[in-house]
């Protein structure tokens, strides 16, 4: 057992060291230490217990709360109650990392035309390539601002198109579109869902969705719960992502969220809204 290999060799290495080494805490050990007969029974499944929550809190890149660290557990078929886990990780100061502050780059004092908001809030669809949303966000460099825009598909969360600059212009978010078109050859008479910035009032964004024969729509003027998805979106991945990073140059910024998006929020990420599952699986369930 590796709580009585800690203890024989305990005087020749660092306690910190060898735990991290074999993946338990040093609190386990010193429980372990507690209880004689712990080897078996009830503590040595509470034990097991723990090792599975650090694995899967590590898979999620340490982002996962207990719901969703039970989530994966569950589909691992490892037998728990999600209350327990949140004991378990309470126990071993286990957590995902808190919200912070987000900030507003919407710019919405122009002349240009703006479209009704036609999403009204509804933010579930029963099929993909119903209704995209999208929106602009940054991410600070040494090199400074790297500016993002996202294309998401509120069926299945996923990202579908996605553009980064280090200018926030309409080729940004046109460029956003152009990649989720090509992915996705939406049918005609889907609605994009924005902001009232200049990028997508611009008459370029918007002959390029008629073109497509995409239906416009844009938030109230103010009404950040509008566009609640997508402002989620950057919410998560500002909280999981950019503010545990520190990036040197904006290209590091653009492989680290191009990895991030691609690998794991669309394929690996379990949604709560999504039953779980990742938005990539929820799409092949469906």
Known sequence: MRYAFIDKHRGRWR???????????????YRWRKHPGGSGGRYCRREQLRSAIRVAHDESRQTYGSPRIHAALQAKGVPCCVNTVAKVMREDGISARPRRRKVRTTDSSHGLPVAENLLSREFHRSASNQAWVSDITYVPTDEGWLYLATTLDLYSRRIVGWSMRERMTSDLV???????????????????????????????????????GMICSMSRKGEVYDNAVIESFYG???????????????????????????????????????????????????
């Not at 990073?245 to 191009?258: N, V």
Request: aromatic letters at 10%; glycine letters at 4%; charged letters at 25%.
């Open 15 to 29: 306690l910190d060291f060898v735990c991290e080494a074999l993946a338990v805490s040093p609190s386990g050990y």
């Open 236 to 286: 998560t991945l500002k909280r999981e992502l950019v503010s545990r990073s520190q990036y040197a140059t904006r290209d590091d910024a653009r492989r680290a969220i191009f990895e991030w998006i691609e690998v794991f929020y669309n394929r690996q990420r379990l949604h709560s809204s999504l039953g779980y599952l990742s938005p990539a699986d929820y799409e092949a369930a469906a």
């Open 174 to 212: 046109i460029d956003a579109l152009a990649m989720a078109v090509e992915q996705r050859h939406p049918p005609s008479g889907l609605i994009h869902h924005s902001d009232r910035g200049s990028q997508y009032a611009s008459a370029a964004f918007r002959k390029m969705l008629a073109a497509h």
